[in-house]
C-alpha cells in the first residue's frame, strides 16, 4: 500500500491485532499499521463508501458487473476525480471474500491469472490492484477530468448514496417486497441480490435514493389500505 501511496487501511475483525509479526513485516511502513481503522464487520468498514470494488478469484452463481485489475485502477481514480469515497475490498486468505460480502460490492474486480496456477496470495492481490490504482493515477495526473461537471457537481442533489444508506435502502425494499407477497422470504430466489446488483450499478444518488424510499413507503401504506382510508 505505501509503495503504490495508499494510506487508509481498515481491518474486519482481524485475529490478533497489534502484533509484532506485523509490525516485523511492515518492513518501515508502520505507520499504516497504527494509523489502521479496526472494525467488527465488513458493514462497519463501508459506512460513508460511494464505491465499493470486491476482489473475487472464481464465478460466482449471479453474474455481477466484473472489472479487470487496469479498468478497477481507472475507474477508482475517475470516481475519487468526483470526491467518491471508494474502498477496496479484499477477503481472508484462505477463503476469500463470501457471496454475502461481494454482494455489498459494486463491482467484482478480477485478476486474470493463468488457469493452470491461478491462485494469488492476499498480499500479491493487494499489491496488483494497488498498482493499477497508481498507474492510473499518475495517467491522470495534470490532466482535465473525464468526468462531466454535472456528475461531479458537490451539491447535495448529486451526491452518491454511501453504501450504508444503500443497506437502509435494501433493507426497506426488502421489507415492503415481503409485504405486498412479491417476494417469498422462504423461496427468496436470489431477487435481493439480483436487485442489489441492479440498483449497485446504477450509481443512485442521495436525491433519488430519498425518492425511491418514499415510493416504498407509499407503498407500504396502499399495502397496509391506509391510501384508500385517506382518500375516503
Known amino acids: ?119 494469488l496470495n492476499l498480499g500479491a492481490a493487494v499489491q496488483v490492484l494497488s498498482y493499477e490504482v497508481r498507474m492510473a493515477w ?11 461537471k454535472d456528475e461531479v457537481a458537490s451539491t447535495k442533489s448529486g451526491e452518491l448514496a454511501t453504501m450504508d444508506e444503500l443497506e437502509r435502502f435494501y433493507e426497506h425494499l426488502e421489507q415492503t417486497l415481503v409485504a405486498i407477497e412479491f417476494l417469498d422470504p422462504e423461496k427468496p430466489r436470489h431477487l435481493m441480490a439480483r436487485l442489489r446488483r441492479l440498483y449497485g450499478r446504477s450509481s443512485v444518488s442521495r436525491a433519488e435514493m430519498n425518492i425511491l424510499r418514499g415510493i416504498l413507503t407509499e407503498t407500504q401504506k396502499a399495502g397496509r389500505g391506509e391510501l384508500l382510508k385517506r382518500k375516503d
Not at 491522470?140 to 473525464?146: D, E, I, R, V
Request: charged content about 25%; aromatic content about 4%; proline content about 6%.
Open 1 to 119: 500500500m505505501k509503495n503504490m501511496g495508499l494510506t487508509r487501511l481498515v481491518l474486519v475483525e482481524p485475529r490478533v491485532f497489534p502484533h509484532h509479526e506485523a509490525d516485523a513485516r511492515a518492513s518501515g511502513a508502520n505507520d499504516l499499521l497504527a494509523t489502521a481503522q479496526v472494525v467488527a464487520t465488513l458493514e462497519d468498514a463501508l459506512v460513508g463508501c460511494n464505491l465499493v470494488l470486491g476482489t473475487s478469484a472464481r464465478d460466482r452463481r449471479i453474474p455481477w458487473p466484473l472489472l479487470d485489475p487496469r479498468e478497477c485502477g481507472t475507474k477508482v481514480i475517475e470516481e475519487a476525480a468526483g470526491g467518491a469515497e471508494i474502498a477496496l475490498v479484499f477477503g481472508r486468505e484462505d477463503s476469500g471474500l463470501t457471496n454475502e460480502e461481494l454482494q455489498r460490492c459494486h463491482y467484482h474486480v478480477h485478476i486474470p491469472s493463468d488457469p493452470e496456477f491461478s491462485s
Open 138 to 148: 499518475l495517467a491522470a495526473a495534470g490532466q482535465p477530468s473525464k468526468v462531466e
